[in-house]
């Protein structure tokens, strides 16, 4: 059974950290692109980050650049996002996506909600 479960989210005031974590299961993780994603309320989904499937590569939207760090754990299944000098935007559900494009084939976990606020 395939299973993305993020955590870590929680309420931070301006300018604080959160690490979220995302335990994969289920399938062969390590062949998979991993995303971050968020989505604040009446908003779309948006990309925050991405890592290729060896870590050897990521990508950030502009919003979070220099402020957020994507990181993976090939051995326990594991991907990461550190945010750090959290702002009220950046609140949202934050969800984890794992994607291999080759096979069609991708998966959603069911989210974190992360608010900033004072």
């Known amino acids: 059974q395939v299973q993305l479960v993020e955590s870590g989210g929680g309420l931070v005031q301006p300018g604080g950290s959160l690490r979220l974590s995302c335990a994969a299961s289920?399938?062969?993780?390590?062949?998979?692109?991993m995303t971050w994603y968020r989505q604040a309320p009446g908003k779309e989904r948006e990309l925050v980050a991405l890592?290729?499937?060896?870590?050897?590569?990521?990508n950030y939207a502009d919003s979070v650049k220099g402020r957020f760090t994507i990181s993976r754990d090939n051995v326990k299944k594991m991907v990461y996002l550190q945010m750090n000098s959290l702002k009220p935007e950046d609140t949202a559900v934050y969800y984890c996506?794992?994607?291999?494009?080759?096979?069609?084939?991708?998966?959603w976990g069911q989210g974190t909600q992360v608010t900033v606020s004072s």
């Open positions: 996506r794992a994607d291999r494009n080759i096979i069609n084939r991708r998966f």
């Open positions: 289920g399938f062969t993780f390590s062949s998979y692109v």
């Open positions: 890592i290729t499937s060896a870590g050897s590569s990521t």
